[in-house]
């Protein structure tokens, strides 16, 4: 079998195994479906495409693509022992093989078969490796010259500049290279010698020639074929777990006391969009959190649909009415959907606080933080720690060694800062503790049940609670549902974490009898629930504020006021709030006020006293707001504009209609119809229909579809009518409809 010629030749000589490999590694070169192997080849030499499967190289297969460039394999075949010259001895034959299978599943290279000999390299990767393997360009000045013999004679400090830059990239950066710098300088010598070549005025370049003599057998350099293993620190899985089961609680209930404050007060809409910097810094004044925890939490909540921007005229950030079914839910199940929220945000909370180009600050929640590919980056961090064995953890500096090695394309300058910000967030959504995956984030990355993972490595939810006699009430773990609401209503939390503690103020006793809680259900609440002794000071503390709450009534009348203590009364229509809310007394238990009932309560409690709202029946009304909710329009969809890999039906799908595209294109008939549009033409297309149909024979024809695509394809006529043809299309594996009058030409395929 001759070698062959082109790109488009050699796809032509691959497996449909081979094809659909191909696919899956590029799948940009799937959409849309190839007509035939020359628009593959076509497309799969484009500088965009070659780009992107340049990005998925680890760094000795680029070494190798380098290599073949500076071969020359652009131009005329390469073989091993140019490689080997160029990769030096150390490098194993094996490695570069391996490397060279791998480019030419990618078809970055291709030739005649799966050996060494024979290679070419896509031109296309020229403008994609500009400065290819770590070589400067030739000095005029040594073409004529000894260059071994010439270095031999440099003192160690001019020598010393340049074996620095053999050892990477022949660039430099210097103040020394500008002109008007003394000429007794290192640099300037080294420069008027030709030993070294100006860029700029700050940057000079390494010779080939120097830089051949200065590596010896390593002309390209220092070469790593093989992926860096750094010592992971090993740990216990339960720790794991459990500080991850710690940080797991602590977003929860961050998110929730975020959502909370949202609802009371939603937090206005830059011009921009946004998270205004004022607004982050009260929503954390009212949480308690810091403003980069604000941040985070929002931008979570605002990816999980549980709050977000209304249509108002001044829009504002407000919680969604699915909030309300989140908190509701089981601690695992949250955890799960902000957990998930977070690995597909096509956005970077990292950059929150950094300074864009008019050197502003980048706040939550503004369009300035979107960025499509940053699930891929996050899971391309987080695979590596999915790669070790259980229980393992690498620190920032070690992931990115392994990354620069394995994609040393991605990231660029902001790898560091990259892996930085995925690892401080995904600790921070209980993926990770103590720098190793947690069972829940493996659970979330391998796509398995992460609710499931989480609850199994949660506290199990306790029902009691330990009251101190400092009126502090200490929880030893998650409560469950029922007891956690009834003990926020009548404590406020002072620190949370493994065990929360609550604190008992008069203040919060009388949040409680606004519910809607009398004195004997408290008594009663920290008497069944505490493991500990009620201290004497929490009863009387009950006491004493129920003995004052509730004694003075409000109702609608607009409002009115009840109470039985005459004295009381009269002490309210005497004070100044009395003429502030229009208060009028009917009688000396009663008076009725013109303002609403709600601010005649916030009127009375300012001003020192301590009434209560009630109903018809005269039962206690909770009349706290349950805040501020929309209507939540449908999350919106994490779609980045990449390419993903085709199904493997879809793959040969495509590789089906490639092989078709080969054939009609191979038939290349000379005698057929073509259609202009008119009759004549029309009715001999329909009479070499009907004949292949009537002989049971294929016909080649040309097709333009409805979006405008035009292609070559063979098929076997079934039935002609009412302008349609319908036949078995081999490149859609079964029975097709064409639009007659969408056929450009026709002519009978050869027996």
């Known amino acids: 079998m001759s070698d062959p010629t082109s790109l488009a030749a050699w796809l032509t000589r691959l497996s449909d195994e081979q094809l659909a490999a191909l696919l899956e590694l590029r799948p940009d070169l799937a959409v849309p479906p190839p007509a035939d192997s020359t628009v593959l080849a076509t497309r799969a030499g484009l500088r965009a495409s070659v780009s992107r499967a340049a990005d998925e190289l680890n760094a000795f297969e680029l070494l190798v693509l380098e290599a073949l460039i500076l071969a020359h394999a652009t131009e005329s075949p390469a073989d091993a022992s140019d490689l080997k010259e160029l990769l030096g001895k150390p490098v194993p034959a094996a490695r570069i093989t391996e490397a060279l299978k791998s480019l030419r599943k990618r078809a970055l290279v291709w030739g005649p078969d799966e050996e060494i000999p024979g290679v070419r390299v896509v031109p296309a990767v020229l403008e994609v490796l500009p400065r290819a393997g770590q070589i400067g360009r030739p000095s005029t000045a040594l073409l004529t010259v000894d260059v071994a013999a010439t270095l031999a004679e440099l003192d160690p400090a001019r020598l010393g500049l340049l074996t620095a830059l053999a050892k990477g990239a022949p660039f430099g950066r210097t103040r020394d290279a500008a002109p008007g710098t003394p000429a007794d300088r290192p640099v300037q010598q080294l420069l008027a010698a030709g030993l070294l070549l100006p860029v700029d005025d700050n940057t000079v370049e390494l010779p080939s020639q120097v830089s051949a003599v200065l590596r010896g057998g390593t002309p390209m350099g220092e070469v790593a074929h093989t992926d860096p293993r750094p010592k992971p620190r090993k740990l216990q899985q339960s720790d794991i777990d459990s500080t991850a089961a710690g940080a797991a609680l602590e977003l929860l209930r961050h998110s929730a006391a975020l959502i909370e404050a949202l609802g009371v007060a939603p937090a206005a809409v830059l011009r921009s969009g946004g998270l205004g910097v004022r607004e982050a810094r009260k929503l954390a004044k009212q949480t308690d959190l810091d403003e980069a ?30 909030a309300d079914s989140w908190a509701a839910a089981e601690p695992a199940v ?64 070690q992931l990115n060694t392994v990354l620069a090695w394995r994609r040393p394309r991605w990231g660029g300058r902001l790898r560091p800062e990259l892996i930085s910000w995925t690892l401080a967030e995904a600790t921070a959504l209980a993926l990770l503790g103590r720098g190793a995956l947690s069972s829940p984030g493996r659970a979330l990355l391998a796509g398995e049940d992460a609710a499931a993972a989480m609850a199994a490595v949660l506290p199990p939810a306790v029902d009691h609670f330990l009251v101190q006699a400092d009126l502090t009430v200490v929880a030893p773990g998650p409560l469950d549902a029922e007891l956690e609401h009834e003990i926020a209503l009548v404590a406020d939390v002072e620190s949370a974490g493994a065990a929360t503690v609550y604190r008992v103020s008069p203040d919060t006793v009388r949040r409680a009898l606004d519910a809607g809680r009398s004195a004997a259900e408290l008594h009663a609440l920290f008497a069944l629930r505490s493991r500990t002794p009620v201290p004497q000071t929490l009863s009387y503390l009950i006491d004493d504020v129920a003995r004052r709450h509730g004694r003075l009534r409000a109702g609608t009348a607009a409002s009115f006021l009840r109470c039985d203590d005459e004295t009381l009364l009269a002490e309210v229509l005497a004070s100044p709030v009395s003429s502030r809310l229009s208060l009028r007394g009917l009688a000396p238990t009663v008076a ?4 609403p009932l709600a601010e005649v309560l916030n009127g009375l409690r300012a001003a020192g006293f301590a009434p209560a709202a009630e109903d018809r029946s005269g039962a206690v009304l909770d009349l706290r707001s349950r805040g501020a909710r929309i209507e939540m329009r449908g999350r919106p969809r994490r779609r980045v504009p990449t390419p993903t890999a085709p199904s493997d039906e879809q793959r040969a799908a495509v590789v089906r209609g490639v092989r078709a595209g080969d054939r009609a294109a191979a038939m290349n008939p000379t005698t057929r119809v073509v259609t202009d549009g008119s009759r004549a033409t029309g009715m001999a297309t ?29 098929v076997e006529p079934v039935s002609i009518g009412a302008g349609v043809l319908e036949g078995f299309d081999s490149a859609a594996a079964g029975i097709r409809r064409f639009s007659l009058h969408r056929i450009t030409s026709v002519a009978l395929a050869e027996e």
Request: glycine share 6%; no cysteine; aromatic share 4%.
């Open 293 to 322: 925890r604000v941040s985070l939490v929002a931008e979570l909540l605002a990816a999980a649909g549980l709050i977000a921007s209304d249509e108002a005229a001044d829009p504002s950030w407000t919680p969604t009415t699915a």
């Open 592 to 595: 009725v006020s013109s303002a």
């Open 686 to 714: 329909m009479a070499v229909l009907q004949q292949a149909a009537r002989a049971g024979r294929s016909v080649w024809i040309g097709y333009v579809d409805a979006q405008g695509v035009a292609s070559q394809r063979v």
């Open 334 to 397: 949250r955890w799960a959907g902000l957990a998930s929220a977070w690995l597909e945000l096509p956005r970077l909370p990292g950059l929150i606080g950094k300074r864009d180009e008019r050197d502003k600050p980048l706040v939550a929640l503004s369009e300035e933080l979107r960025r499509p590919l940053a699930p891929r980056d996050r899971r391309r961090v987080l695979s590596v720690l999915a790669g070790l064995p259980h229980a393992t953890a690498l620190n920032a500096e």
